[in-house]
């Protein structure tokens, strides 16, 4: 059949793409706020580094193993469309008259943000360079060929095996994105370590606005990522629009409720962190749950993931920005509450127990891909670059040691080495390994707003407060 091309679908999956390709610099901003100060520049790098990565890596054959011709149900002709070669009549939606490169990158956009999320679990103590190579051969190995298991026909996909239960449904990415994202973090944080004084020294998220310009900004990005699933501006881009708010909204009242009744307070960072939970559970859900299936999914979402966050700390694995507690939870809320609240085929619709029984497979069937493959990838990349920073490294700052920078300079000093002739350029002060402690890289007030220890402010009675956390982050 010829293509026809529909210039309004066309334009509305522009739009969706850009939305989504602004959520990695919104990403950001919400984990470069939680870090410590002294690595805010290295975190915020690590998100930029997976969209440079990314979309090289998915023009070049990304692609092509999410989406070619079928192989054994794992992944696709890596070199069907080589280079995103390819015919418009071949566009994943072709149907909706949207070209075929206008589709493919929409689906680069969901590849770089996917990588991008694993960074929050290893923050403040990886090597730049094993992060870069990570993310290239993750795309590669484990996130192209989970998009194809889910959306190119593979085991996962309603022409899998798993169909002769109930058609799977995973709208936009639950177990594409976030179980996936969320188990890998899982597995590097504990192939990685912990951090240095995890637990002992003070770890508080060093700029709570950043925190929340983040979150504003993944909200209004994540309208491109569901609503811009639909493929087209239709209804159902309408109902996930609706869905993505109210689910969202639910969500953040649900944590903040939490907090409330269990620390006595509602604070900022549980707000935000309870915003990304709702985006998180309500996107494999968005096109199959009514709105008022929206709010309870978001609400419940909203809870479990407060709760959920202060796993690591009982199970001791250093997951630093809770990767695990807000994405591996949270997609596997929203994956699995679709078997009660999908309206053509949920429990609470009389659709029996089939699509229930369908999510738990493939969430688990998800966990277990991921896992694997990203344990192989983690320990090969351990035995060829090395995972950790220095010791010295990692207390000095990563922004430093190695980018010769600093997140703040307030005094009006150098915020980067290099300008050539700078003291900062001089063996002086370069704050790498050998050379002045972290402090005499900055003037004496920064140095005094950070110092190397991060110590805590006077103010701060973190030792009083209960040990299980509110938020994301340190324990409160």
Same mark, same amino acid.
């Given at each position: 059949m010829a293509f026809t091309l529909d210039t309004g679908a066309t334009a509305w999956l522009l739009v969706s793409a850009s939305l989504v390709l602004l959520m990695t610099p919104a990403l950001a901003f919400f984990y470069g706020g939680m870090v410590r100060a002294r690595t805010v520049l290295n975190m915020m790098l690590m998100s930029f580094a997976a969209l440079g990565v990314g979309a090289i890596v998915w023009t070049?054959?990304?692609?092509?193993?999410?989406?070619?011709?079928?192989?054994?149900?794992?992944?696709?002709n890596p070199f069907q469309f080589l280079g995103l070669h390819g015919e418009d009549g071949q566009s994943l939606?072709?149907?909706?008259?949207?070209?075929?490169?206008?589709?493919?990158?929409?689906?680069?956009?969901?590849?770089?943000?996917?990588?991008?999320?694993?960074?929050?679990?290893?923050?403040?103590?990886?090597?730049?360079?094993?992060?870069?190579?990570?993310?290239?051969?993750?795309?590669?190995?484990?996130?192209?060929?989970?998009?194809?298991?889910?959306?190119?026909?593979?085991?996962?996909?309603?022409?899998?095996? !798993?169909?002769?239960?109930?058609?799977?449904?995973?709208?936009?990415?639950g177990t594409v994105v976030h179980i996936n994202a969320g188990t890998a973090?899982?597995?590097?944080?504990?192939?990685?370590?912990?951090?240095?004084?995890?637990?002992?020294?003070?770890?508080?998220?060093?700029?709570?606005?950043?925190?929340?310009?983040?979150?504003?900004?993944?909200?209004?990005?994540?309208?491109? !990522?569901n609503a811009g699933s639909a493929g087209?501006?239709?209804?159902?881009?309408?109902?996930?629009?609706?869905?993505?708010?109210?689910?969202?909204?639910?969500?953040?009242?649900?944590?903040?409720?939490?907090?409330?009744?269990?620390?006595?307070?509602?604070?900022?960072?549980?707000?935000?962190s309870g915003v990304v939970a709702g985006l998180v559970a309500i996107t494999p859900a968005a096109g199959s749950v009514s709105p008022i299936g929206s709010i309870v999914l978001g609400a419940i979402a909203g809870i479990v993931c407060a709760l959920a966050v202060g796993l690591k700390y009982r199970l001791g694995f250093d997951d630093s920005l809770d990767v695990v507690g807000v994405h591996l939870v949270g997609?596997?809320?929203?994956?699995?509450?679709?078997?009660?609240?999908?309206?053509?085929?949920?429990?609470?619709?009389?659709?029996?127990?089939?699509?229930?029984?369908?999510?738990?497979?493939?969430a688990v069937a998800a966990v277990i891909f991921s896992a694997v493959v990203t344990t192989i990838i983690a320990l090969l990349l351990k035995a060829l670059m090395?995972?950790?920073?220095?010791?010295?490294?990692?207390?000095t700052g990563i922004d430093v040691t190695h980018h010769a920078e600093t997140g703040w300079d307030l005094m009006g000093g150098f915020g980067s080495r290099?300008?050539?002739?700078?003291?900062?350029?001089?063996?002086?002060?370069?704050?790498?390994?050998?050379?002045?402690?972290?402090?005499?890289?900055?003037?004496?007030?920064?140095?005094?707003?950070?110092?190397p220890t991060d110590s805590s402010s006077p103010e701060d009675d973190r030792e009083s407060r209960p040990a299980q956390p509110a938020t994301t982050g340190e324990p409160r």
């Amino acid at each position: 059949m010829a293509f026809t091309l529909d210039t309004g679908a066309t334009a509305w999956l522009l739009v969706s793409a850009s939305l989504v390709l602004l959520m990695t610099p919104a990403l950001a901003f919400f984990y470069g706020g939680m870090v410590r100060a002294r690595t805010v520049l290295n975190m915020m790098l690590m998100s930029f580094a997976a969209l440079g990565v990314g979309a090289i890596v998915w023009t070049l054959v990304g692609y092509s193993i999410a989406f070619g011709d079928d192989i054994a149900g794992l992944f696709g002709n890596p070199f069907q469309f080589l280079g995103l070669h390819g015919e418009d009549g071949q566009s994943l939606l072709a149907e909706s008259g949207v070209p075929f490169l206008v589709a493919a990158g929409f689906q680069m956009t969901f590849a770089i943000i996917t990588v991008a999320l694993i960074s929050g679990a290893i923050a403040d103590r990886v090597r730049f360079g094993t992060w870069i190579a990570f993310s290239a051969i993750w795309i590669v190995l484990c996130y192209a060929p989970m998009a194809h298991m889910v959306w190119g026909g593979g085991l996962l996909s309603a022409d899998g095996p !798993f169909a002769a239960i109930a058609e799977p449904i995973d709208f936009a990415g639950g177990t594409v994105v976030h179980i996936n994202a969320g188990t890998a973090g899982l597995v590097l944080a504990l192939i990685v370590g912990k951090r240095l004084g995890w637990r002992k020294d003070p770890m508080k998220p060093h700029s709570l606005p950043l925190v929340m310009l983040g979150a504003a900004l993944l909200w209004f990005g994540w309208f491109g !990522f569901n609503a811009g699933s639909a493929g087209t501006a239709d209804s159902t881009a309408g109902l996930a629009w609706v869905n993505t708010t109210v689910a969202t909204a639910a969500a953040m009242l649900g944590w903040m409720i939490t907090e409330k009744i269990r620390d006595k307070n509602v604070t900022s960072l549980g707000a935000a962190s309870g915003v990304v939970a709702g985006l998180v559970a309500i996107t494999p859900a968005a096109g199959s749950v009514s709105p008022i299936g929206s709010i309870v999914l978001g609400a419940i979402a909203g809870i479990v993931c407060a709760l959920a966050v202060g796993l690591k700390y009982r199970l001791g694995f250093d997951d630093s920005l809770d990767v695990v507690g807000v994405h591996l939870v949270g997609g596997l809320v929203g994956t699995v509450l679709i078997g009660f609240l999908a309206t053509d085929s949920g429990l609470l619709y009389g659709g029996g127990v089939r699509q229930l029984l369908v999510q738990i497979v493939i969430a688990v069937a998800a966990v277990i891909f991921s896992a694997v493959v990203t344990t192989i990838i983690a320990l090969l990349l351990k035995a060829l670059m090395g995972w950790r920073v220095s010791e010295e490294d990692e207390l000095t700052g990563i922004d430093v040691t190695h980018h010769a920078e600093t997140g703040w300079d307030l005094m009006g000093g150098f915020g980067s080495r290099r300008a050539a002739g700078s003291p900062q350029s001089t063996g002086a002060s370069t704050g790498s390994a050998g050379s002045a402690p972290y402090g005499e890289t900055m003037s004496a007030h920064a140095a005094a707003q950070d110092p190397p220890t991060d110590s805590s402010s006077p103010e701060d009675d973190r030792e009083s407060r209960p040990a299980q956390p509110a938020t994301t982050g340190e324990p409160r």
